[in-house]
Structures are given as structure tokens and as C-alpha cells.
């Protein structure tokens, strides 16, 4: 609630849920006359303000595994970190992001599009470390109110290098992942994905998940979740 002035008025910094609401503003003039006015909106939270900036730079050793026989990990060697976002519209996010270090350097641009429509995030990358590589991924995600959908795609070349991910890794070379969820009433949900992947080194991989939950009071909540897993080897679980 908020005072107006006189006239033609904007309302800013509006606190609405993510995901696609019908937002209702209602104006009381001094005789308590009231006006409503309704509007369709789709609150994207990975959107900034334009102007506004969200930038991050980070210098240190990258911890590349937390294998059991090395209590405190293993890590490379020194790399730096640098990231930043800018908001240039009320529905375009703009963003790049850098690594570099001793042997590599990998880099590239992204953007967050949001509107009545859902989100959709996009970001390319290219490397280096001895040989070129390169990276992209896509996704778009749509919320409402009692349902939710979207769609994941990662695509990686089989030599793309970042500062946690070496040359000599093994890593995810293709990923399509489509998944939905509905509430069923206001304390039970359902969800279900489903997996594509291939990886350079140990081959293909389908999956199937499906979860729900159940809320059984303000604290307590129950989650079942069922997977079923088929690997290029035959192997199903």
C-alpha cells in the first residue's frame, strides 16, 4: 500500500510471485472511491532492473574432485573468475563470463529474455587449452500458477575447458532434458522429466524421473521419487 500523487501515476519494485500472475491494483481516492485495474504479468527472477549490474570476480585454486582418498580434495592450478550481468531492458538481461588461467582461457556471452510468454536463458562459450572448443545452452521455462514446464539443451564439444573442467576430464557432450509438473491441490504436487545425455568417455544415457509431494502439515512435507536408467551398456536401474 502507497500514497499517489495527483494525476497520472507509475508503480515500481512491485512484489509479485514468479511465474505468470494477474496482478490487481487498487486505487482509493479521498472519498473512498475505489478503481481496480487488472493486468496479465510474468515475473522472470533471473531478470535485472536496467542499469542495473550483477558482477562477481573470484582468484583462487578451482577444487576439481572430492575423491575419498584426498580428504581435502584435489585442486588445479590458479585460475581467475570473472563474471558480470547487466540489465539493459525490463525483458533482456545481458551477460559474459571469463576464465583464465596458466593453460586455458574460456569465455563467452549469454542472455535472460523474459515475458508473458516464460523465460529463456542462452549462453555460448568458446576455449582454450592446446586445442579449440566450445559450448552452448539453451532453456526455456514456463510457470503458472499450478503448472510448470520447459525444456533443457546443452550441447559441448568433446575438448571445451573451464576452469573446473579440464582438457582430461570426462564430461556431458550432449543433454536434453523436457520436464513438467501440475499441482494437484494446494498441499500435493507431481512432476516428470525425462534425460538424454551422451558423455565423451562412457557413453549414452536415458532417464526417466518422476516425484511428488505431499505437504502434511506447515513443517513437514513427503517426497517419492521413482527413476528408471538405461545406459548404452545394456545396464537398466
Given at each position: 500500500q502507497t500514497t499517489l500523487p495527483t494525476g497520472p501515476f507509475e508503480l515500481h519494485n512491485l512484489t509479485i510471485p514468479s511465474g505468470a500472475r494477474t496482478v490487481e491494483v487498487v486505487v482509493t481516492d479521498a472519498f473512498g472511491r475505489e478503481t481496480r485495474t487488472s493486468t496479465a504479468a510474468y515475473m522472470v527472477p533471473a531478470l535485472l532492473k536496467p542499469g542495473v549490474h550483477d558482477y562477481s570476480i573470484t582468484l583462487g585454486l578451482p577444487r576439481l574432485s572430492t575423491d575419498p582418498r584426498h580428504p581435502w580434495g584435489q585442486y588445479g592450478k590458479p585460475a581467475f573468475l570473472g563474471a558480470d550481468r547487466y540489465g539493459l531492458t525490463d525483458h533482456l538481461t545481458l551477460g559474459g563470463r571469463i576464465e583464465v588461467g596458466p593453460t586455458f582461457v574460456s569465455l563467452g556471452p549469454g542472455l535472460t529474455f523474459g515475458s508473458t510468454g516464460g523465460q529463456f536463458d542462452l549462453e555460448t562459450a568458446l576455449s582454450w587449452e592446446g586445442k579449440p572448443g566450445g559450448a552452448v545452452s539453451a532453456s526455456y521455462n514456463y510457470s503458472a500458477f499450478r503448472y510448470s514446464f520447459g525444456m533443457l539443451a546443452r550441447l559441448m564439444t568433446p575438448r571445451y575447458v573451464t576452469a573446473v573442467q579440464p582438457a582430461s576430464m570426462d564430461r556431458t557432450t550432449v543433454e536434453i532434458q523436457p520436464y513438467a509438473s501440475y499441482q494437484l491441490t494446494p498441499w500435493?504436487?507431481?512432476?516428470?522429466?525425462?534425460?538424454?545425455?551422451?558423455?565423451?568417455d562412457t557413453g549414452r544415457m536415458n532417464a526417466v524421473h518422476v516425484g511428488t509431494g505431499v505437504a502434511l502439515t506447515q513443517n513437514l512435507g513427503l517426497l517419492l521419487d521413482a527413476d528408471y536408467v538405461r545406459r548404452s551398456t545394456g545396464q537398466e536401474t
Open positions: 500435493w504436487t507431481v512432476g516428470l522429466s525425462a534425460t538424454h545425455s551422451e558423455t565423451r
